[in-house]
Structure formats: C-alpha cells, structure tokens
C-alpha cells in the first residue's frame, strides 16, 4: 500500500469546522426490553463529549434512545451530511 492509499482513509483534521461527533448513551431501557441499567455509561459519554469537543467536533448527546429514535438520528444525520 502506498501513501496515497494510506491518506485515502484519514479523516481531515485541518479543517475549521470538524464535523459532527454524535453520542448515544443508553443508561436505562424499556422494561419489556428485560435489560438492566448500565451504569457509567453517563460519565463514559461525558468524556467523549469533552474529547471530541476539544478536537473541534460539534457534539450532540442523545440519551436513553430506542431503536426507532436511533434509526431516526441516523436517518437525519445522513440527510444533512447529503445536503451540505
């Protein structure tokens, strides 16, 4: 493989604006789902955020999603990557 192959699969870090960094932290779930809480996963997302916020990513945090809500973020986060 050469460089140029190499840098074809790097992510840009010298651009301004960096892009967006999205965050789901499920802690609590549906009883039907018959799954615990999982805890520290708050502290886990807050680390990311501060991290990727200081690399110069906008951040956006969604908590305690369910499957048609994850869906739907990936569904708008494709639509706006496609429209800009």
Same mark, same amino acid.
């Given at each position: 493989?050469?460089?140029?192959?190499?840098?074809?699969?790097?992510?840009?870090?010298? *651009?301004?604006?960096?892009?967006?960094?999205?965050?789901?932290?499920?802690?609590?779930?549906?009883?039907?789902?018959?799954?615990?809480s999982r805890r520290g996963t708050n502290r886990?997302?807050?680390?990311? %955020?501060? %991290?990727?916020?200081?690399?110069?990513?906008?951040?956006?945090? *969604?908590?305690?999603?369910?499957? *048609?809500?994850?869906?739907?973020?990936?569904?708008?986060?494709?639509?706006?990557?496609?429209?800009?």
């Amino acid at each position: 493989m050469n460089m140029g192959d190499v840098n074809m699969y790097r992510y840009r870090m010298d *651009h301004l604006e960096r892009g967006r960094f999205v965050i789901i932290n499920n802690e609590t779930f549906l009883p039907e789902t018959g799954m615990e809480s999982r805890r520290g996963t708050n502290r886990d997302a807050d680390m990311l %955020d501060a %991290d990727f916020k200081r690399m110069g990513f906008t951040v956006e945090l *969604h908590k305690d999603q369910t499957a *048609h809500q994850m869906l739907q973020l990936m569904i708008r986060g494709w639509y706006n990557m496609l429209m800009t």
